[in-house]
C-alpha cells in the first residue's frame, strides 16, 4: 500500500530564516505530487505541483521554492522565512495514470514563523 | 474549474444520515465531482467522486443530478469521528495534472 511522509510534523523559525520541508512517498512510482498551504481559518491553496523528476510548477509566485530531485522526493524551499509563510504545509500524491483526481494527503508541517 | 457553494455548516445526530449539499451549476461536461474532508488538525481525506452516475463505497454515497448542476454527499450513519470540514471540489480529469481547488467547505458537526 501506499504511504506518505511528511517531516518535521511542527517548526518554529525566526523570520529570515531558511526553510526546507520534505515530502516522500511509498509504495508507488511516477506519482504526480503537490505542495499546499492553509493559513489559520483559510482553505487549502495548492503551491507548486510535479508530474516527474525535475518538473516543478508554481501556482502562485510566492518566498518559496520546490524541488524533486528523486521520483518520490519532493521538497519546500525558502531562502529567507517571512510572517506570512506560517501555515500548516501538506503534501499529496496522486496517481500518474487515470483520469480522476484522487489525491492522498500526508500528515503536514505546522510552521510558525516568529 | 467551476466553483461549488456549499452551506458553511451543518449539524447531524449520531447514528443518522448526514447529507450535505453541494451546488456547482457552472460544471463542465469533461469535470468531476469530487468530496474530500479534513479533520481538525490533519490532512484533507479523499472521500469520493463521480462524473455522472451515483457512486458509493464504504465510506459515503454521492448522488448527482441528472443535469449535473448539484450533488449530495451522504453519510448513512454518522459517527462523533465524522465531525469535520467536507469539501466539494470540481475539476476536470487528468489533463488537469490534479490541480484542486479547496473552497470554505462545510463544517460538518456530528453530536451525540
Known amino acids: 500500500s501506499q504511504t506518505i511522509h511528511q517531516w518535521p510534523a511542527t517548526l518554529v523559525q525566526p523570520v529570515g530564516s531558511p526553510l526546507s520541508l520534505e515530502c516522500t512517498v511509498e509504495?508507488?512510482?511516477?506519482?504526480?505530487l503537490y505542495w499546499y498551504r492553509q493559513a489559520a481559518g483559510r482553505g487549502l491553496q495548492l503551491l507548486f505541483y510535479?508530474?516527474?523528476?525535475?518538473?516543478i510548477s508554481s501556482e502562485v509566485p510566492q518566498n518559496l521554492s520546490a524541488s524533486r530531485p528523486q521520483d518520490r522526493q519532493f521538497i519546500l524551499s525558502s531562502k529567507k522565512l517571512l510572517l506570512s509563510d506560517s501555515g500548516f504545509y501538506l503534501c499529496?500524491?496522486?496517481?500518474?495514470?487515470?483520469?480522476?483526481?484522487?489525491?492522498?494527503f500526508g500528515p503536514g508541517t505546522r510552521l510558525t514563523v516568529t | 474549474d467551476a466553483k461549488t457553494t456549499q452551506p458553511p455548516s451543518m449539524d447531524c445526530a449520531e447514528g443518522r444520515a448526514a447529507n450535505l449539499p453541494c451546488n456547482h451549476s457552472?460544471?463542465?461536461?469533461?469535470?468531476?465531482v469530487y468530496w474530500y474532508r479534513q479533520i481538525h488538525s490533519q490532512g484533507p481525506q479523499y472521500i469520493i467522486h463521480?462524473?455522472?452516475n451515483n457512486e458509493t463505497n464504504e465510506m459515503a454515497s454521492l448522488i448527482i443530478t441528472e443535469d449535473r448542476k448539484s450533488s449530495t454527499l451522504i453519510l448513512p450513519h454518522a459517527t462523533l469521528r465524522d465531525t469535520a470540514v467536507y469539501y466539494c471540489?470540481?475539476?476536470?480529469?487528468?489533463?488537469?495534472?490534479?490541480?484542486?481547488?479547496f473552497g470554505q467547505g462545510t463544517i460538518l458537526t456530528v453530536h451525540p
Open positions: 499529496a500524491w496522486r496517481g500518474a495514470e487515470g483520469l480522476a483526481d484522487e489525491q492522498y
Open positions: 509504495g508507488t512510482s511516477n506519482p504526480n
Open positions: 463521480g462524473l455522472k
Open positions: 471540489i470540481v475539476a476536470a480529469g487528468g489533463t488537469s495534472y490534479g490541480k484542486l481547488t
Open positions: 510535479s508530474v516527474g523528476i525535475g518538473q
Open positions: 457552472t460544471i463542465s461536461g469533461n469535470e468531476y
